[in-house]
C-alpha cells in the first residue's frame, strides 16, 4: 500500500512538473519586436546613399500632388495641429513601435511606397529612423532640415548651402582654434598621436567577498 | 507501478533534452528596439558645447570623444583628447576595444548630430553604456565656443553669464587675447523681470 501512495504522489508531482515546464515554454514565445538587421549590416546601410530626403523635393511632389512618398511627422500631435506637411501621417516618435505603429509600417513595406519620415530637425528624426531601419524596414528615409526647415522652404535662397545640409562643417574649425599663444589649445590637429588601445587583463570572476 | 516510473522518467528525459537544444539568447546584453527608442526619445545621451569645454579646461580625466566622421575630415581638426574612429569602422574589433576603458564618458560628435546620433544608436544596441552625443556637433562648437555671441542688452543676467563663460572657454581654446575695447563698454541694461526659473541652456 505504502508503494503505491508513494508512486501516486511522485506521479502527481511530476505531471505538475512538467506541466509547468511546457506553460513556461509555451508562454516565452520569441519577443515581438525584433531586430531584422545586424548592427553591421546597419552600420553598411548608413553608408548607402539614399537614407535621406532633401525637404525641397518634398515640397515638389507635395506641391504637384504626386503621391510619390507616404509623408510621417514624428512629432507630438500638439505640434503637428499647429502646422504640418500636407498629407502626412502623425506618428509621434515615441508610438512608433505600438502594434497600430507597426501595422501601418508593415502594411507599406512593400518596395514601391517610400516613407519619408521627418520630426522638428533632422536630428530628432535620426533615431526613430535608424530603429524602423533595423527592424527591417527599408523603404524609409529621414527628411533632411526636419519640420523647422520645411516651413520655410519657400523662402530658402538656392545660391547658398542649403540650410538642410547640416553634416558639413560650416567653418574652418582648424583655424579658428589655431594657436596663437600660451595657454592655447594643445590638442590634437593634424599628425595622430598613434591610437593608443589599453590592453586590459580581462577580468576573471568578480572576487566574491565572504568566507 | 513501474511502467508509470518508466513513462514519468522519459517524459522528464525528453524535456531535459529539449531544453538543451532551446535557442539561448546569443546577445544577452543586446538592447531591445523598444528600450533603445525609448532612450533616444528621452535625448539623455546629450552633452551640450559648454559643459563640454568645462570639462575640457577643468581636465576631467572621464572624458573620451570619438569623432565619426571621415578621416580626412578629422585630420584638418579634431576637438582636444579626440581619437577619429569613422562610423563605416565603429564596429570593427580595435574600434570596439576603445569602449572597455573603466570609468569613461564616450561621446560621439560629428559636424552637427546626425552622425553622431547614429553611431551613439549602433553602439547602444550592442549594449554599451556611458556614450554620448555632443548635441549640435563642432558647428555648434565653433558658434557657441570659437565664436561666442554677445548677447543683446535685453537679455537676462544668465545670458551675460554664460555669454562670459564662454568667453573664457574661447581664449583657453583658441589662445586669442581678450580685446577690450574701452570706448564701448558692454552695456547691460537692468531690466526688471521676473527671474528665470528655468538654467539658460547652452545650444544652437
Known sequence: ?211 | MNKTYIILASVLVMLGVGLVFLEANPNIKEVSPEKLLSELNENTRYTSTDELAKRIIEGDPSVQLIDVRHKAEAEKFMLQGAINIPLADLLKEESLAIFDQDGKDFIFYSNNDILANQAWTVTRRLGLMHLHVLKGGLNCWAETILLPKIPAPTESQDAFDLYQARLGASQFFTGASLEVKSSQPLEKVNLTRKAKTKKVEGGC
Not at chain 1, 513556461?24 to 553598411?44: F, H
Not at chain 1, 546613399?49 to 525637404?55: A, D, K, M, R, V
Open chain 1, 1 to 211: 500500500m505504502k508503494e503505491q501512495d508513494k508512486t501516486k504522489s511522485l506521479s502527481v508531482a511530476a505531471l505538475i512538473f512538467v506541466a509547468i515546464i511546457v506553460v513556461g515554454l509555451l508562454t516565452t514565445g520569441k519577443p515581438d519586436i525584433a531586430y531584422k538587421i545586424t548592427p553591421q549590416q546597419s552600420i553598411e546601410a548608413l553608408g548607402k546613399p539614399g537614407n535621406e530626403i532633401s525637404p525641397l523635393e518634398v515640397a515638389k511632389t507635395v506641391k504637384a500632388n504626386d503621391n510619390k512618398f507616404i509623408i510621417i511627422d514624428l512629432r507630438s500631435p500638439y505640434e503637428f495641429v499647429k502646422g504640418n506637411i500636407p498629407g502626412s501621417i502623425n506618428i509621434p516618435a515615441n508610438r512608433i513601435l505600438e502594434k497600430e505603429s507597426l501595422d501601418f509600417f508593415e502594411k507599406n513595406a512593400t518596395s514601391n511606397s517610400t516613407l519619408v519620415l521627418y520630426d522638428a530637425t533632422q536630428s530628432l528624426a535620426t533615431g526613430p529612423w535608424l530603429v524602423l531601419k533595423q527592424l527591417g524596414y527599408d523603404n524609409i528615409k529621414m527628411m533632411q532640415g526636419g519640420w523647422k526647415i520645411y516651413s520655410g522652404i519657400d523662402s530658402q535662397d538656392p545660391s547658398q548651402n542649403p540650410a538642410w545640409l547640416v553634416e558639413i562643417p560650416k567653418y574652418d574649425f582648424a583655424a579658428l582654434s589655431a594657436s596663437k599663444e600660451t595657454n592655447a589649445n594643445k590638442g590634437n590637429q593634424a599628425g595622430q598621436k598613434e591610437i593608443i588601445v589599453p590592453q586590459r587583463k580581462v577580468k576573471a570572476k568578480k572576487v566574491e567577498g565572504g568566507c
